[in-house]
């Protein structure tokens, strides 16, 4: 005779449990295999019971094949075709549920025993098998293993804690490879390691690819030392995509999965962030979402950076009002052990200061334009002129104008400096003014009309004084660095 509990009485056969190693993906034909029901907690529930039984009659110092076999049959799948029912399968059905592919549970935690038992670190095994895309890994069902104790009446938790004590006193011979200096070690695992330094939060879909990390299974040693330099040489990153309410989605929900997942260890590794600003927040009325603090405060921050992604239409001299007030609004957010350290804000094409075109006028527009904490690069300063509003008029006259004397400026030696380069500058440019005029005139004789006389100016720049001015005036800003 079947029993089955209330809640399948009306509702489909079990679902039989999946191989992990298998990544058969899931057809509209067999819609059962991405189904978990109470039937299948209950399957599960006695493939763990008969795993800690296995698990806890193992004596870690003489493990043999026999222990390892125990360990493999424990989790067998139970006839298909038998039902049964165990008290407090509904709230083992409630505490497993949430985790990609349930059935996988009890595989996942005997292939990271196994691994742990033979003194190699465990190291997720991310397979697509379901349509719901990633199967659960070991550290998904590590975070629930407390409650999965609680309602089997099992001690999976502990036992494998009290394994990972075991290995960390271990002592073994060290690995022959960790006999290298450690700048040629380092060298390797920059080959080995993702060239990309960002770990990416990305939500469990069928076209996420994870790096391939197969040097951590070596050994622990190993994976110990390639764990510190990767998560201290990589960043965090979070995109911000918000919504019309300013609040976070997919960044705040891809962190909100994987934060259970990382451990304590991990945590006190990750020093730097960044966050990724998309260029449709210009739209936003609203601050951004003030949970994003909840992200600053996880980490031990020492370094935040902050990009903006914004499109072509925002390039050049053009600043949204709406974009800089979002923008210091998530500034502020910055915890404060951050503050001591590398801070970079960054906005692409966004300002862009050139001397072509530029006058003191337009200097002190953009100065005044730009946010309060910023970095300002300055390059080719030489270039700006040792007088105040200097200028030349270039005439048809000039070239007969050589008996008209100037009064002579008495300037210091940093000045007669910058001036000549100054001249230097400005009769190149007379130059290349006078060939593009010779070039115009031969083109419009050889087409038979008269040119108009063209006058060639200079174009517009900017002065020393001006310069000064805007950098060391009364108003202004303070907080920014000049280089």
């Given at each position: 005779?079947?029993?089955?509990?209330?809640?399948?009485l009306s509702t489909r056969s079990p679902t039989p449990p999946c191989n992990s190693l298998q990544t058969s993906r899931v057809t509209d034909a067999e819609p059962r295999f991405a189904r978990f029901s109470v039937t299948d907690a209950v399957h599960l529930k006695l493939k763990l019971q008969a795993l800690d039984r296995a698990v806890s009659s193992m004596d870690p110092e003489k493990r043999d094949q026999a222990d390892m076999a125990s360990v493999t049959s424990a989790c067998q799948t139970r006839p298909f075709e038998e039902a049964v029912y165990v008290a407090g399968s509904e709230e083992f059905y409630l505490v497993v549920k949430g985790l990609p592919r349930p059935h996988l549970?009890?595989?996942v935690y005997a292939e990271a025993y196994?691994?742990?038992?033979?003194?190699?670190p465990y190291v997720n095994n991310y397979n697509l098998s379901g349509c719901r895309g990633i199967d659960c890994v070991f550290s998904d069902v590590r975070t629930v293993l407390g409650d999965v104790d609680r309602v089997c009446a099992t001690n999976l938790q502990g036992a494998f804690a009290k394994l990972e004590e075991r290995g960390r006193s271990h002592t073994i011979q060290p690995f022959p490879f960790l006999r290298l200096p450690a700048e040629l070690r380092l060298h390797v695992y920059s080959f080995l390691l993702p060239p990309e330094r960002r770990i990416v939060l990305r939500p469990r879909s069928q076209d996420v690819k994870r790096p391939r990390l197969n040097i951590m299974r070596a050994s622990r040693q190993l994976h110990d030392e390639v764990t510190k330099y990767f998560y201290k040489n990589w960043r965090l990153y979070v995109r911000v995509d918000s919504s019309p309410l300013g609040q976070l989605r997919q960044g705040e929900v891809c962190y909100q999965g994987v934060r259970p997942t990382i451990n304590s260890a991990t945590l006190e590794l990750l020093k730097e962030l960044e966050i990724r600003v998309y260029d449709h927040l210009v739209y936003l009325?609203?601050?951004?979402?003030?949970?994003?603090?909840?992200i600053f405060g996880t980490f031990k921050l020492e370094r935040v950076r902050i990009t903006f992604e914004l499109s072509k239409t925002f390039g050049g001299h053009i600043k949204d009002p709406k974009m800089e007030l979002f923008c210091r609004r998530l500034i502020d957010q910055i915890p404060a052990s951050a503050d001591d350290c590398q801070f970079l804000s960054h906005i692409?094409?966004?300002?862009?200061?050139?001397?072509?075109?530029?006058?003191?006028k337009r200097l002190e527009q953009v100065f005044s334009s730009l946010p309060y904490r910023c970095v300002v690069l300055i390059e080719d300063i030489d270039c700006a002129g040792a007088q105040v509003s200097r200028g030349v008029q270039i005439s048809s006259k000039a070239e007969s104008s050589d008996n008209h004397e100037e009064?002579?400026?008495?300037?210091?030696?940093v000045n007669d400096l910058i001036g000549q380069h100054f001249d230097e500058y400005e009769q190149r440019q007379r130059q290349r003014h006078n060939m593009l005029l010779k070039l115009l005139t031969n083109i419009a004789q050889q087409q038979?009309?008269?040119p108009k006389p063209v006058i060639p100016t200079l174009p517009k720049k900017v002065t020393f004084s001006g310069l000064l001015n805007v950098i060391d005036r009364a108003t202004a800003a303070e907080g920014r660095l000049l280089v």
């Amino acid at each position: 005779m079947n029993i089955h509990t209330i809640h399948d009485l009306s509702t489909r056969s079990p679902t039989p449990p999946c191989n992990s190693l298998q990544t058969s993906r899931v057809t509209d034909a067999e819609p059962r295999f991405a189904r978990f029901s109470v039937t299948d907690a209950v399957h599960l529930k006695l493939k763990l019971q008969a795993l800690d039984r296995a698990v806890s009659s193992m004596d870690p110092e003489k493990r043999d094949q026999a222990d390892m076999a125990s360990v493999t049959s424990a989790c067998q799948t139970r006839p298909f075709e038998e039902a049964v029912y165990v008290a407090g399968s509904e709230e083992f059905y409630l505490v497993v549920k949430g985790l990609p592919r349930p059935h996988l549970v009890a595989d996942v935690y005997a292939e990271a025993y196994k691994n742990v038992l033979q003194g190699r670190p465990y190291v997720n095994n991310y397979n697509l098998s379901g349509c719901r895309g990633i199967d659960c890994v070991f550290s998904d069902v590590r975070t629930v293993l407390g409650d999965v104790d609680r309602v089997c009446a099992t001690n999976l938790q502990g036992a494998f804690a009290k394994l990972e004590e075991r290995g960390r006193s271990h002592t073994i011979q060290p690995f022959p490879f960790l006999r290298l200096p450690a700048e040629l070690r380092l060298h390797v695992y920059s080959f080995l390691l993702p060239p990309e330094r960002r770990i990416v939060l990305r939500p469990r879909s069928q076209d996420v690819k994870r790096p391939r990390l197969n040097i951590m299974r070596a050994s622990r040693q190993l994976h110990d030392e390639v764990t510190k330099y990767f998560y201290k040489n990589w960043r965090l990153y979070v995109r911000v995509d918000s919504s019309p309410l300013g609040q976070l989605r997919q960044g705040e929900v891809c962190y909100q999965g994987v934060r259970p997942t990382i451990n304590s260890a991990t945590l006190e590794l990750l020093k730097e962030l960044e966050i990724r600003v998309y260029d449709h927040l210009v739209y936003l009325t609203g601050p951004p979402s003030s949970r994003i603090s909840y992200i600053f405060g996880t980490f031990k921050l020492e370094r935040v950076r902050i990009t903006f992604e914004l499109s072509k239409t925002f390039g050049g001299h053009i600043k949204d009002p709406k974009m800089e007030l979002f923008c210091r609004r998530l500034i502020d957010q910055i915890p404060a052990s951050a503050d001591d350290c590398q801070f970079l804000s960054h906005i692409s094409q966004n300002y862009l200061i050139t001397r072509h075109g530029m006058d003191d006028k337009r200097l002190e527009q953009v100065f005044s334009s730009l946010p309060y904490r910023c970095v300002v690069l300055i390059e080719d300063i030489d270039c700006a002129g040792a007088q105040v509003s200097r200028g030349v008029q270039i005439s048809s006259k000039a070239e007969s104008s050589d008996n008209h004397e100037e009064d002579s400026i008495e300037v210091t030696t940093v000045n007669d400096l910058i001036g000549q380069h100054f001249d230097e500058y400005e009769q190149r440019q007379r130059q290349r003014h006078n060939m593009l005029l010779k070039l115009l005139t031969n083109i419009a004789q050889q087409q038979s009309w008269a040119p108009k006389p063209v006058i060639p100016t200079l174009p517009k720049k900017v002065t020393f004084s001006g310069l000064l001015n805007v950098i060391d005036r009364a108003t202004a800003a303070e907080g920014r660095l000049l280089v």
